[in-house]
């Protein structure tokens, strides 16, 4: 039966009031883009710039849920993760406020009581059946769930879940989501969706808690600031090199600078210490942060010590760190030494680190100066063998090394 276009604006505006009087948001309604901070609390340069580029996905998601980027439409599910007071919730609502402002149907539940509003439906004074209510969530415009993992996990709770995600994933139905929880932590079958890059477009803040009103952020591992001088106009060519090494080279600077401009899959520089790679990595990472793209540079040795366990306020920070470096949009990892010599465990853990952002193509800059032999199969299976990644060897004489001219001393 096709409902009489004179009856349907009618019926869209009823839609959109009966799924505000049952969202939770009312006692949100303070939360919208014009009161969040896009800048955030923390000075890091690093944490500014995610923070403002989630406040500027979830804006645009607003604008259009049901295409919300021109350039990847299929993409119509919004992950925000992130610590306790990093703004996750601030943006999903202000998300729901937008929308219903414009008039268009959207449902906010935090996910505990959306399961205590399907539970409420088995009581004889209900108006309305489980089917009804869970059938309205299933079949919402725009369904967003907050604080999903804080729900008590009861085998009941975890399959209601599990059918209402699955059944909007496979109906691709715009749908927001908050959790601070990782992915793998999280129910298998609903993590498997929230993985899916195709659908779901992943944001991940780092900003500190707002309500703590603390200025640290998890970004203190990178050093980019420390390189903040090491651009390509300030890099040494090496005149003093001939040949097929100077044309080597040559080439590796100008694929860094051209790579610089567009990152587009991953870019490992190789060669003896003290050959410039640093330099070139730092170069490009300090490019990508002028174009206001978050970027972090972070040493092999000092990746390591965030594997390592300490005490409860050192983990709890170190997790945060990691969940950076794994998901911010640019990477450099300086001076990858022998993996094969590292422990198992530390291997394993920094193999967790490597896969995640190859398989979601995230771009990365790695140096080292191993041979290739000394890393670990599974890292040189992707770098040396891939057509998503471009290497570059500088054979030369390390700088520090070079010999200087001898100076004349007058009589």
């Not at 014009?34 to 340069?45: I, K, N, R, W």
């Amino acid at each position: 039966m096709q409902v009489c276009t004179c009856q349907a604006e009618h019926l869209l505006a009823q839609r959109a009031a009966k799924l505000r009087a049952d969202s939770n948001i009312a006692a949100l309604a303070d939360k919208t883009f014009e009161t969040f901070l896009p800048s955030g609390t923390s000075p890091d340069p690093v944490v500014q710039a995610q923070l403002r580029k989630a406040y500027d996905s979830c804006r645009s998601f607003a604008q259009n849920p049901a295409r919300p980027d021109e350039h990847e439409p299929d993409r119509k599910w919004l992950l925000l993760m992130g610590s306790y007071g990093a703004g996750k919730t601030h943006l999903a609502a202000a998300i729901a406020n937008q929308c219903l402002r414009d008039g268009k149907p959207a449902l906010f539940l935090n996910t505990p009581d959306l399961l205590d509003y399907l539970r409420e439906a088995y009581s004889p004074t209900v108006g309305e059946t489980y089917s009804e209510r869970f059938d309205e969530i299933r079949d919402a415009p725009l369904l967003i769930l907050d604080d999903l993992g804080t729900e008590s996990p009861t085998p009941w709770a975890v399959e209601k879940l599990y059918q209402l995600l699955n059944a909007r994933y496979n109906a691709q139905l715009p749908t927001v989501i908050t959790t601070n929880k990782r992915l793998e932590d999280l129910e298998p079958r609903i993590g498997s969706r929230l993985g899916d890059i195709n659908l779901v477009y992943q944001l991940h803040i780092h900003a500190p808690d707002y309500r703590a009103g603390g200025a640290k952020g998890g970004a203190e591992i990178s050093t980019l600031s420390l390189h903040r001088n090491q651009s390509f106009e300030s890099f040494d060519l090496r005149a003093d090199l001939t040949g097929e090494g100077r044309q080597m080279f040559l080439n590796a600077v100008r694929a860094a600078r051209e790579y610089s401009d567009d990152p587009q899959g991953w870019f490992v520089l190789v060669g003896p210490y003290a050959s410039g790679k640093t330099h070139l990595a730092a170069a490009i990472a300090n490019a990508q942060a002028a174009q206001g793209r978050p970027a972090v540079f972070v040493g092999y040795q000092d990746l390591m010590e965030l594997f390592r366990s300490g005490n409860r306020e050192t983990d709890e920070r170190n997790s945060r760190a990691l969940s950076l470096v794994r998901s911010v949009d640019f990477l450099v990892i300086d001076d990858v030494s022998s993996t094969l010599n590292t422990a198992g465990y530390f291997r394993d853990r920094f193999f967790q680190v490597f896969n995640y952002r190859w398989d979601a193509g995230l771009p990365t800059v790695l140096t080292t100066s191993a041979d290739e032999k000394e890393l670990d199969p599974r890292i040189k299976s992707r770098i040396f063998l891939s057509d998503h990644c471009q290497m570059h060897v500088l054979k030369v004489e390390p700088y520090k090394g070079r010999k200087k001219a001898p100076i004349r001393r007058r009589n």
